[in-house]
Every structure is written in structure tokens, then in C-alpha cells.
């Protein structure tokens, strides 16, 4: 079966510094990867996706940048945050178009 | 462009009546419609999709959902509610900007009361 597995569960960190949020799927080769940003109580805002290796596309600028080093890893990072990147990070897996996403569990970040 | 919106943000009602969330859409081309949950504390769980074919779909935890072209509409139900549909819920479009970017609405805070 596969598993959608993200790290770590939760953050406190300083305004400024670094950032670096995992995601691992276990189970599917090549599936299209997401990060997903959801402001608290608020809707959800895809900030990247990768459908391979190597090859990640931002939606939305939000001094934030993703990598996929592996088939199976998504890496979300930042060298300095904000208080503006507190929120809910969610990794989503899909294997085509119009098939639904499978959710990760989620980090919850709090900025200071 | 495209646009999803819910426009009841929270919604209360007493277990075993029956519950309607509203989602309408807006798109050009042929919507593809998710709904998803998230309980309290809790990562978005799939419900059901609408992609082509019959109005109303099936999806799981009892849920439904039916798609009405005539008036953009895309509203989840079920009968009875139960108090552990307490939770959030979440209308999607799949988008055309970006590889499959899916737009959420805000979202409809659900509580059922026992």
C-alpha cells in the first residue's frame, strides 16, 4: 500500500531562519507531487508541483522553494522566514489528471 | 479563470437531519469537481469527484454530491448527518493554470450536534 509520510509534525522557528519541510511517498513510482499551503482557517494554496526528478514549477511566490531529489522525496525550504509563512504545509501525491490527491498528514509551522 | 466558492462558512445542525453544503463553480470548460474533509487537527481526506458522466455521485462516508450544470453548482448532502461529520469541508475544481491545480473554496465548517 502506498503511504504519503511528511516531516516533522510541527515547527516553532524564528522570523529569519532557515526552513526545510519533507515529504515521502512510499508504494507509487513517479507520482506527481504537491505542496499545498493553508493559512489557519483558511482555504488551501498549491505553492508547487513536480510530475518528475529534478523538475519543480512554482504557482505562487511566497519566498519559498521546492526541490525533488529523489523520485519518491519533495523538499520545501526557505534560508529566512517570515511571520506571513506560518500555516498548515500539506505534501499531496496523484498519479494523472482528474484523479484526486492523497493528502500527507501535514506540518503545522508557527513563525516567531 | 476559475473559481470555486462556498458560501456558507459554517453550517449547524442536529444529528439525523439531513445536511447540504453549497459549492459553486466557475469555468469555462468542463469542470472536474472534488470534495474533500478535514476533521479538526487533521490533513484533507478524499470524498468524491465528479468528472464526467451521471449528475450524482457516490463517494464514501455516505456522502454524495450533485452536479448541476444549469446552475454551476456542485452541493454535497447527506441523510442522515451523524455528530462524527463534524468537521470542515472543502469544494475543488481542477484548474488549467499549472499542472493539475486544484482551486479550493474556503471551505464550510460543519457541526452536528448530538
Known amino acids: 500500500a502506498q503511504t504519503i509520510h511528511q516531516w516533522p509534525v510541527a515547527e516553532i522557528k524564528a522570523v529569519g531562519s532557515p526552513l526545510s519541510l519533507g515529504c515521502t511517498i512510499k508504494?507509487?513510482?513517479?507520482?506527481?507531487l504537491y505542496w499545498y499551503w493553508q493559512a489557519t482557517g483558511g482555504t488551501l494554496q498549491q505553492l508547487f508541483y513536480?510530475?518528475?526528478?529534478?523538475?519543480v514549477e512554482s504557482v505562487v511566490q511566497l519566498n519559498l522553494s521546492a526541490s525533488r531529489p529523489k523520485d519518491d522525496q519533495f523538499i520545501l525550504s526557505t534560508e529566512k522566514l517570515l511571520l506571513s509563512h506560518s500555516g498548515f504545509y500539506l505534501c499531496?501525491?496523484?498519479?494523472?489528471?482528474?484523479?484526486?490527491?492523497?493528502f500527507g498528514s501535514g506540518t503545522r509551522l508557527l513563525v516567531i | 479563470a476559475q473559481s470555486v466558492d462556498q458560501p456558507d462558512a459554517h453550517v449547524t445542525l442536529y444529528e439525523g437531519a439531513s445536511l447540504e453544503l453549497r459549492c459553486s463553480y466557475s469555468?469555462?470548460?468542463?469542470?472536474?469537481l472534488f470534495w474533500y474533509v478535514q476533521y479538526p487537527g487533521q490533513s484533507l481526506q478524499f470524498l468524491l469527484k465528479?468528472?464526467?458522466?451521471?449528475?450524482v455521485v457516490k463517494g464514501t462516508k455516505g456522502f454524495e454530491a450533485e452536479f448541476r450544470k444549469s446552475n454551476s453548482s456542485f452541493n454535497l448532502k447527506k441523510s442522515p448527518a451523524h455528530w462524527s461529520d463534524s468537521a470542515k469541508y472543502f469544494c475543488?475544481?481542477?484548474?488549467?493554470?499549472?499542472?493539475?491545480?486544484?482551486?479550493f473554496g474556503k471551505g464550510t465548517s460543519l457541526t452536528v450536534i448530538p
Open positions: 508504494g507509487k513510482s513517479s507520482p506527481n
Open positions: 465528479y468528472i464526467t458522466g451521471d449528475a
Open positions: 469555468y469555462s470548460a468542463a469542470p472536474y
Open positions: 513536480s510530475i518528475t526528478v529534478g523538475q
Open positions: 475543488a475544481l481542477e484548474g488549467d493554470t499549472g499542472y493539475q491545480n486544484f482551486y
Open positions: 499531496a501525491w496523484s498519479l494523472e489528471p482528474n484523479s484526486d490527491y492523497t
